[in-house]
């Protein structure tokens, strides 16, 4: 039997109330996940609001851009998906 290592797989998309968008793109992450031979879900999900930055091309969550001086507002929803090591 093959080990396989930590997989993490994240994304983001438009801010919208259509929660199905977001729900897609969690079930690419595990068909991704599937196709590596990872059979279980995955170990965390996080998702988090995240504002685009245009002069940087970077998305923002809402503690990094109080670092940063700037005024929240959110457009995107990005997502963080983790399988742990199997042996």
């Known amino acids: 039997m093959t080990s396989l290592p930590r997989l993490t797989y994240s994304g983001a998309i438009n801010l919208t109330n259509d929660l199905s968008v977001l ?3 969690l079930h ?3 068909v ?3 196709e590596k031979g990872y059979l279980h879900e995955p170990d965390s999900i996080d ?3 995240a504002m ?3 002069d940087s091309d970077r998305l923002l969550s809402a503690d990094e851009a ?3 001086g700037l005024d929240f ?3 995107h929803t990005r997502f963080v998906m983790i399988w742990a090591a199997q042996p």
């Open 47 to 49: 998702v988090e609001q």
């Open 66 to 68: 109080a670092i940063a």
């Open 52 to 54: 685009f930055v245009a």
């Open 23 to 25: 729900e897609a793109e």
């Open 73 to 75: 507002q959110p457009t």
């Open 32 to 34: 991704a996940a599937a």
């Open 28 to 30: 690419a992450g595990r």
